[in-house]
């Protein structure tokens, strides 16, 4: 019990630290990415390749003036990037990272220990991170209702809508892959994949993987739903009256959401973890989350965002439909 | 293409709005199975591999790297000298100091001991220089050109350059180029005298 405790501990220090790095080297990427798309250099001066920009957009950050507008509710504008950031942490609890392995023998204490490359295996992991990121909504809403700015309640209006809206998607879509497998563990759902490439539920199940997709982009703000804190059409969204650290952690946590949808997305529809010929597991699953994040910032770069009706026009009368007929499809193929 | 003939504007076949659902129903199908989205994501995919190995970045290290400019951009002026003898080309006329417009010239001139008029001092206030070109233009030696130096941000509004600091330093004269922007000759001038009718 208490080398469990241990354990645990040692693994949420380690997905905290790494993860929230991953998130800023994120942002780094993601200027890259879209600067050679736009046939640009993005940060170049900063350290080798730009690389030392994180560092120097930290600096900025925790050097700014942390701001709390007049007339805003103190607390609630305080505290509500910090629901963000821990939402969208508390979700990667329960998502498998990498293969089971055992600590070679050769380092003194640990050695021949068996680590669980996943912090909480709960029996139903995929409810616990949808309900999390869903939770993550009252960050973004509460930022906006508390900071007495008409252009953040806007953005938190927007927020709400669209997180309820795909939250629909994302469950129907999901249930489909469920179904087949029989249960709400991703360790199941990765187990459930160790034939190869064939064996991937993506072949069985491309209309929810689409569907999944789609909702992911909406439940992480990014292009083309950007459409929250869209700085042409409401400034910064529930964003507006933050500054500095409390503002970076807003992008911590959306970045942290874009990571776990990735690691969702290859563990339910792309066979996780499992080594994919001569590739092994944390190799192969660190190439599918890298693809699929890459995904994300193609996708800013080529798409423009669409309009809230035309959000919600696609969320209710395309999406929804489809993946009910989809599960419906799903359930009678299962009962033959 | 005269300016008063009648444009020949044409309409592009955009296809009227759906009237029925049916229609929208199959401009939705249409729009969606058409893939101009993997179209867009085709075009940011080339240009980024364009980007990186193929050298197509649009990118200009400002400081570090300069584009060529114009030899007609009028920038700071330069005062050239005569290539044979090295002695400044200005002949103190004083045309540039009375067609500038912003009067930003300021030159007195003298008789020297040849009886040849001599520049004393010759100013341009930078502040007020709206860079025209009509000094370059009016001169008849080629004295007074526009040069490439359009770095001049300064601390104050007024910025006053003497002639000795725009003159052609004396051991850089073999570096000197004759100019080609505005006012000077073009390169063809010669092919393009035409007779006088006095030659007939």
């Known amino acids: ?46 350290g080798p390749f730009g690389l030392l920009q994180i560092v120097a957009d930290g600096i900025k950050l925790f050097t700014k003036e942390d701001f709390i507008p007049q007339n805003a509710n103190k607390f609630i504008f305080m505290m509500a990037p910090v629901v963000t950031a821990a939402t969208a942490f508390i979700a990667l609890s329960a998502v498998p990272l990498f293969p089971t392995f055992t600590i070679p023998d050769a380092i003194p204490f640990i050695g021949g220990a068996i680590v669980p490359s996943v912090i909480a295996d709960i029996n139903v992991a995929i409810l616990f991170v949808l309900g999390m990121m869903g939770a993550g909504l009252y960050g973004p809403l509460l930022a906006g209702m508390a900071q007495a700015n008409k252009w953040g309640i806007i953005g938190a209006a927007r927020t709400a809508v669209q997180f309820l809206s795909y939250e ?19 360790i199941d759902f990765n187990n459930a994949q160790t034939g190869g490439i064939g064996s991937w539920i993506v072949w069985q199940q491309p209309v929810a993987f689409v569907l999944f997709l789609i909702a992911g982009f909406a439940e992480t703000n990014r292009t083309p ?61 660190l190439l599918k989350v890298t693809f699929f994040f890459f995904l994300m910032l193609w996708v800013r770069a080529s798409w423009p965002h669409i309009r809230p ?22 359930g009678i193929v299962i009962m033959i | 293409m005269m300016n008063n003939e009648k444009q020949k504007y ?27 989205l993997f179209v867009g994501l085709w075009v940011t995919l080339r240009e980024m591999f364009k980007t990186l190995f193929l050298g197509g970045k649009h990118t200009t290290k400002y400081p570090l790297e ?90 104050q509004r007024a910025g006053f350059s003497l002639f000795e600091d725009m003159l052609t330093p004396i051991d850089k004269l073999h570096l000197q180029k004759e100019y080609e922007g505005f006012g000077a000759p073009s390169v063809d001038a010669d092919a393009k005298i035409k007779k006088t009718p006095l030659a007939y």
């Not at chain 1, 469990?4 to 997905?15: D, F, Q």
């Not at chain 1, 009706?309 to 499809?329: E, G, R």
Request: hydrophobic share 50%.
């Open chain 1, 1 to 46: 019990m208490d080398a469990l405790l241990i354990g645990t501990v040692i693994k949420i220090v380690l997905v905290l630290a790494i993860v929230a790095a991953l998130a800023g080297f994120g942002t780094y990427l993601e200027r890259k990415v879209l600067a050679f798309m736009q046939r640009r250099l993005g940060p170049t001066h900063v």
């Open chain 1, 168 to 186: 629909v998607v994302t469950g129907l879509s999901i249930l489909a892959p469920i179904m087949l497998v029989g249960s709400l563990s991703l």
């Open chain 1, 225 to 285: 739903f950007d459409l929250l804190e869209h700085e042409a059409e409401v400034v910064s969204g529930y964003a507006t009256e933050y500054s500095g650290l409390r503002w970076g952690m807003f992008f911590i946590g959306e970045y942290a959401n874009m990571i776990t949808i990735a690691l969702l997305a290859s563990i339910i529809f792309f066979g996780g973890f499992t080594p994919l010929g001569f590739i092994p597991g944390w190799l192969a699953i």
């Open chain 1, 309 to 330: 009706d035309q959000l919600m026009w696609f969320c209710w009368k395309v999406l929804m439909p489809i993946a009910v007929i989809n599960i419906i499809i799903t």
């Open chain 2, 10 to 36: 044409v309409m592009l076949d955009l296809g009227g709005t759906p009237a029925t659902p049916w229609c929208s129903f199959k401009q939705v199908m249409k729009r969606t199975f058409k893939g101009e």
């Open chain 2, 66 to 155: 300069k584009l060529p400019i114009s030899p007609r951009y009028r920038a700071i002026h330069d005062m050239l000298r005569l290539l044979e003898s090295g002695h400044y080309r200005c002949i103190g006329c004083g045309l540039c100091e009375k067609i500038c417009i912003s009067n930003c010239i300021a030159m007195e001139t003298r008789y020297d001991e040849n009886q040849r008029k001599e520049v004393s001092e010759y100013t341009i206030n930078f502040g007020r220089c709206i860079f025209c070109g009509y000094c370059a233009e009016v001169c008849p030696e080629l004295a007074i050109v526009h040069g490439a130096r359009y770095e001049n941000a300064s601390e």
